[in-house]
């Protein structure tokens, strides 16, 4: 189904309230190294490709890793903005390219990721490999899950492309499982861990409360950021890669009514999320006497992940 069949005929729309829906959050406050550590990762990712670089000079994308991690150093913050800003950058890229030239860039950062002796010349090359050699080789365990986690997101990232190509909406349940992966969030949770000093082990991550909490998570960053960014994205004809526009087409309702259903949604994956939270908060309590170090970094990790997340993308 063509996308462009979906692009409402309302002039006006009113949006939910997320701010007030996730206003039940505390205010973790800004990261103090925010402006320094912003200045150098700007210097950074401008030396790459400027051309692209100027359309969002003006833009502060750095200012959600202040909120989103509060807790982080300064290394550590430099970390998950340079992560921010490589990744919008190869979003801006890849936006304007067919499938077959976004595998193509997909292929050439992959290799740089894995093959420490491959350089073909490109931006691209440099940029992942110092991105790799600043950041990543210092994370330790969390590396390998960081590295395929990105490669998950390239991935999806060609598919994403492929899709526009053919101008094709994917339905909820299809359009959920590819935008966990494009939006690059798993990566951005990974830094969690490296900021906070936590290697979770993968009995973990194969929790179902954990996963149930940590899918909540995900869906709601990418909702919001949907939601603030249909405007932009349908002036560019990539309306089909958003969560109103399959709304519209899967429950065939208008722009309005999908504006509505995406606020009820949300705010259940609050729900679910807190469930998950309150769930993983007493079985914590319930082992704290037998002082398990691994179950206080567990405890530590969730309470500032899923609320740094939550919080972060109404900022």
């Not at 401008?46 to 994308?61: H, L, M, Q, V, Y």
Request: hydrophobic share 35%.
């Amino acid at each position: 189904m063509d996308s462009r069949q979906h692009i409402s005929s309302l002039t006006t729309f009113l949006m939910p309230n997320l701010e007030e829906t996730v206003s039940i959050f505390p205010d973790n406050g800004l990261n103090p190294h925010y402006e320094g550590v912003r200045s150098e990762s700007r210097l950074w990712i401008n030396r790459f490709n400027k051309s692209i670089c100027g359309s969002g000079k003006n833009c502060k994308f750095e200012l959600i890793n202040a909120f989103c991690y509060p807790y982080a150093d300064k290394d550590g913050l430099r970390a998950t903005m340079d992560l921010a800003n490589l990744t919008w950058l190869y979003d801006e890229y890849t936006d304007t390219k067919n499938g077959q030239d976004v595998n193509k860039a997909a292929i050439i950062t992959q290799k740089s990721l894995h093959d420490s002796e491959f350089d073909d010349g490109s931006w691209l090359c440099r940029m992942t490999k110092e991105f790799k050699a600043n950041h990543i080789d210092r994370t330790g365990p969390i590396a390998s899950r960081f590295i395929d986690h990105f490669c998950v997101y390239l991935t999806h990232v060609v598919r994403e492309a492929e899709l526009r190509e053919s101008s094709e909406v994917l339905d909820i349940r299809g359009y959920i499982s590819m935008r966990r992966e494009t939006s690059g969030v798993r990566c951005c949770f990974d830094l969690v861990e490296h900021c906070l000093g936590v290697n979770l082990p993968q009995e973990v991550y194969n929790d179902p409360v954990f996963i149930s909490g940590y899918d909540a998570t995900m869906d709601l960053i990418y909702l919001a950021n949907d939601l603030y960014s249909y405007n932009m994205e349908q002036g560019k004809g990539h309306s089909g890669a958003n969560i109103i526009t399959v709304f519209m087409k899967t429950k065939k309702i208008d722009l309005q009514a999908a504006m509505d259903f995406l606020g009820g949604y949300f705010e259940a994956l609050i729900g679910q999320w807190y469930t998950a939270r309150t769930v993983r908060a007493n079985e914590v309590r319930s082992k704290l006497q037998l002082r398990d170090k691994r179950t206080l970094c567990i405890d530590k990790y969730l309470t500032k992940y899923a609320v740094s997340y939550s919080y972060g993308p109404h900022q």
